[in-house]
């Protein structure tokens, strides 16, 4: 039997862009009239998914999010629009929605948030059912009341479980949500850890029953679980890449960790045949946790593959809030974020980084000579640029106006300066086209690396440093005098190609 799929819209456009990409013989899809009473024909429905456009319902989402969550719907729910701000989506997401698709992105990601969507309810409605199952077998049978306290206990501990896990949008303290919940209390356990992706960053977060004074075993434990991982999935990670955080109980100090062994369970993280992550778990009985607790690890897994899919799908649509609207680069937002994070990784790690500021020389002269197009077609030209001269763990962000921050992981001082150099060719002798008019561009640029800070320690150090010495390198700039006579080629800087 198809399923019904509820389009909730106002535009022509989008419901026969969504007709087209939906399979109609795999749903039935029901199109929203002016004649319809949108509640009751979501709430009398039985819809196994709800597309809204968010620019037309705005703030009545919120309001359907509540009633389909106290009348129990399974109903999945999912948004799409221009208006939403970053932080509405957070909100509507943990407030129940499935997911939100940016307008422009709708053709490319609604056939696959349609089907993740409808996994995700699936999940839902097989924990309800379970639910629905032990109350039903809980007034059948009254003669087993201490098997059914105990199962009483694991579905309170799921209810509980679910509400600190699923809608985590981090995930940056899982553990210690999932700790909350009661874990240790249901799952009898010496040692617990999450390994996980959120984007393309891996994180490793232990639990021990107390404190170590020396981090290398967790080290140790975070590499064996690495490659026991890709035994399993067959996806390698390198563990130098992985940020690794611990949790314990400070009941006492630890000397060791408790060797790992064939008793600890794996337990990959997999949403679509892709690996997100792996539970850990080093059991006190193992036979028993595997003969007892098989069909509620099943449950738990269920429920935190379904909150990191939901994670990634947050990080991908923060991601999208933080790049530049005009060149599509990083936009200073995205900047802070990553600059602290290399930045605390270069101390960490005791490996280097650098940082590049470039400025376009008389920038304000295109502007003037050839109109604010012209000075756009610049940016987006020069950006391609220097996206085409940069390696893939180089980050480009445009800073502001016509300044440009790259930022260099694992890179010293003469390795960034061959890349400038390199950076410096791809667009001094090589013209830019506007129209009928074809023209110089030069720029200038200052270099910082972190091993020049000494005793300062933050990544603003390191941005002021790299500023400072463009600041000078500017100061040495010619007075703008284009040449514009009988068709001769302007030149916008000081760098002149021979």
């Not at 409808?118 to 039903?136: T, V, Y």
């Not at 404190?211 to 996806?235: A, P, R, Y």
């Not at 099943?298 to 593959?305: A, G, Q």
């Amino acid at each position: 039997m198809a399923e019904r799929i509820l389009i909730v819209s106002n535009k022509d456009i989008d419901l026969k862009l969504i007709r087209r990409i939906i399979d109609s013989n795999r749903f039935d899809i029901v199109a929203y009239t002016p004649s319809h009473d949108i509640k009751k024909l979501i709430f009398s429905g039985d819809f196994a998914a709800i597309l809204a456009d968010y620019d037309f319902v705005e703030d009545r989402v919120v309001e359907w999010i509540d009633i389909l969550q106290i009348t129990k719907s399974r109903s999945c729910l999912i948004l799409y629009g221009d208006k939403c701000s970053t932080d509405n989506i957070a909100e509507i997401l943990r407030k129940g929605a499935y997911g939100f698709i940016p307008r422009p992105l709708l053709e490319e990601r609604i056939y696959t948030t349609l089907i993740d969507g409808l996994e995700n309810r699936k999940a839902f409605i097989e924990i309800l059912a379970m639910i629905d199952e032990q109350k039903n077998a809980n007034e059948r049978l009254e003669q087993e009341k201490l098997s059914l306290r105990k199962k009483n206990q694991e579905l309170d501990f799921i209810n509980r479980f679910s509400c600190e896990v699923a809608y985590d949008l981090s995930w940056k303290d899982i553990l210690s949500k999932m700790i909350k919940a009661g874990f240790l209390n249901i799952i009898d356990s010496d040692i617990i850890s999450v390994l996980y992706r959120i984007g393309n960053e891996w994180y490793f977060s232990c639990y021990l029953p107390g404190v170590l004074s020396d981090n290398s075993s967790v080290v140790k434990m975070e590499e064996d679980i690495c490659d026991k991982f890709f035994s399993l999935t067959g996806e390698r990670i390198l563990t130098k890449e992985v940020s690794i955080s611990v949790h314990s109980s400070d009941a006492n100090e630890l000397s060791n960790i408790p060797s790992f062994s064939s008793d600890q369970l794996i337990l990959p993280l997999i949403h679509r045949e892709r690996p997100l992550g792996a539970l850990v778990i080093l059991p006190k009985n193992s036979i028993l946790l595997k003969n007892k607790n098989s069909e509620l690890l099943s449950t738990l897994l269920n429920i935190l593959v379904m909150s990191l899919n939901n994670a990634q799908e947050y990080n991908k649509i923060i991601k999208m809030t933080i790049r530049d609207g005009l060149t599509g680069v990083y936009n200073q937002k995205g900047f802070k974020e990553f600059i602290e994070c290399e930045f605390q990784k270069a101390r960490r790690y005791k490996r280097p980084v650098s940082m590049i500021m470039i400025d376009v020389d008389n920038f304000k002269a295109i502007n003037d000579s050839l109109g604010h197009l012209a000075g756009d077609y610049v940016l987006i030209e020069l950006a391609k640029r220097l996206n085409n001269a940069l390696r893939k763990t180089d980050i480009l962000v445009r800073y502001g106006g016509d300044e440009f921050a790259i930022i260099l992981p694992d890179t010293k001082m003469n390795e960034a300066e061959v890349l400038i150099d390199r950076i410096l060719s791809s667009v001094k002798y090589d013209f830019f086209n506007w129209k009928c008019d074809n023209f110089l561009v030069e720029i200038s640029y200052g270099i910082a690396v972190i091993s020049e800070l000494g005793l300062m320690d933050n990544a603003n150090d390191l941005i002021s440093l790299a500023d400072y010495r463009l600041y000078n390198a500017k100061r040495r700039l010619h007075q703008y005098s284009p040449i514009t006579c009988n068709g001769s080629l302007p030149v916008f800087g000081t760098y002149l190609a021979s």
